[in-house]
Nanobody, 121 residues
Framework: QVQLVESGGGLVQPGESLTLSCAAS????????MGWFRQAPGKERELVAT???????NYADSVKGRFTIARDKVNHTASLQMNEMKPEDTAVYYC???????????????WGQGTQVTVSS
């Protein structure tokens, strides 16, 4: 079994900062990529930022320059530093990872349970 657990959500005012954290645990051989998606009420889930094991980090245009993703590849954790937050950043944020549980197996996509982020004055 593999679990992704997010933490750090909450209520902030516009312009403030918030950091989300995600930890993967269980039977893990390797983590191919880790990232964050979000889903606002009435909208589809959308990519926020992803970081592959090797290669360039990918950000949604709406968060470039404000959000920063980081990974600890040894401990299978990821974080999302969110600065200059806007009301339109309000959503449930999901951690996701492409994880290979055993060497011969192909990697599978796993999701966390989600954490609510609300930006409001």
């Amino acid at each position: 079994q593999v679990q992704l657990v997010e933490s750090g959500g909450g209520l902030v005012q516009p312009g403030e900062s918030l950091t989300l954290s995600c930890a993967a645990s269980g039977t893990i051989f390797s983590v191919e990529d880790m990232g964050w998606f979000r889903q606002a009420p009435g909208k589809e889930r959308e990519l926020v930022a992803t970081m592959p094991f090797r290669g360039e980090t990918n950000y949604a245009d709406s968060v470039k320059g404000r959000f920063t993703i980081a990974r600890d590849k040894v401990n299978h954790t990821a974080s999302l530093q969110m600065n200059e937050m806007k009301p339109e950043d309000t959503a449930v944020y999901y951690c996701t990872a492409n994880i290979r549980r055993y060497s011969p197996l192909l990697p599978e996509r796993y999701w966390g349970q989600g954490t609510q982020v609300t930006v409001s004055s």
